[in-house]
């Protein structure tokens, strides 16, 4: 026996619950994603004393910017954040430089041996020599504890030239090339007269990606770089989290007031943590909003086709 049709009134009922469900789901993992970044910047200002003991859960408790002034009296730290900055800017423009061109060209329809040519970059992604290898080749390019180091080795992705490959070779009409060259035009006049002037929601996505792995580059400088001068901002922060969480001192002759002051210290380096993730992170968060209707809409457009 078939079931009755259900009414409007009981279908407007179902809609309505399944919409607070939604919103109910939504908050939750608003709640889920944003809590752990709240309680960085309230437990960054506050109390050493309760954050340690759990006190510190939705506001700030006993209001304090120590572990602010104890991170940012160290001059190695502007160093770090002006290396960063240099970095960071250097290293996006180099990495733009050598992905867009080299995706509208493998976007092009009459390229030849251009199933070869991807094999070959695919082959990269999933195959390398290994750290020391890469170690022996820096090496040999005189790269070691040179600030290029940070800028010139990782100056292309395979994988942000697969989807910039595939935003040009849906979004970039055919046609148009094609009236260009009629009127005369070379192809490297259609690329930057034509192609990139219409590319830029690609071009911002892939500059954030880039932008955003070099101020986080960590792992080269720790390899590469022995002078301090060229260390990035991850590099010193990381320098002055080790110094303070590792303070080993000899007690045994110290006042009552000494012995204070180095409890106090050792506390302070717990919610020093925290504001050495806000300090590091402060710019991109500043600055992800600007390109954010971007990020979306180059995503979205250059995953519709593989």
């Not at 809609?15 to 889920?32: E, R």
Request: some cysteine; overall charge positive.
């Amino acid at each position: 026996m078939a079931r009755p049709a259900k009414t409007r009134e009981q279908l407007k009922n179902s809609d309505a619950s399944f919409n607070i469900l939604i919103h109910l789901t939504a908050l939750v993992a608003i709640f889920v994603c944003a809590y752990p970044i709240y309680y960085t910047i309230i437990a960054s200002i506050s109390d050493p004393n309760a954050v340690i003991t759990g006190k510190v859960l939705l506001w700030p408790v006993n209001l304090t910017w120590d572990s602010y002034r104890s991170v940012l009296r160290y001059a190695l730290v502007w160093t770090g954040y002006k290396n960063t900055l240099l970095y960071t800017t250097a290293g996006t423009v180099w990495n733009l430089f050598l992905l867009i061109p080299a995706s509208y060209a493998m976007a092009k329809g009459g390229l030849k041996g251009k199933k070869l040519i991807m094999v070959f970059f695919v082959f990269t992604m999933y195959f390398s020599g290994g750290t020391i290898p890469y170690y022996l080749l820096i090496k040999q390019m005189n790269l070691i504890n040179n600030p290029l180091v940070m800028i010139l080795p990782g100056g292309f992705s395979v994988f942000n030239m697969i989807i910039t490959r595939t935003y040009f070779a849906n979004t970039f009409p055919v046609s148009l090339a094609e009236s260009a060259r009629i009127d005369g035009a070379g192809e490297l006049r259609v690329f930057i007269q034509i192609a990139l002037p219409l590319s830029g929601a690609i071009v911002a996505v892939m500059a954030l990606y880039h932008a955003v792995g070099h101020w986080n580059s960590f792992f080269s400088a720790l390899l590469f770089l022995n002078d301090s001068r060229y260390y990035p901002l991850q590099l010193v922060l990381r320098q002055v989290l080790i110094q303070n969480q590792g303070m080993t001192v000899d007690t045994g002759n110290m006042s009552t007031d000494e012995m204070a002051d180095l409890l106090r210290r050792k506390r302070l380096a717990e919610t020093m943590k925290y504001s050495l993730i806000i300090i590091a992170n402060l710019p991109i968060l500043v600055a992800y909003p600007f390109a954010q209707k971007y990020f979306v809409k180059g995503v979205m457009i250059g995953s519709i086709k593989g």
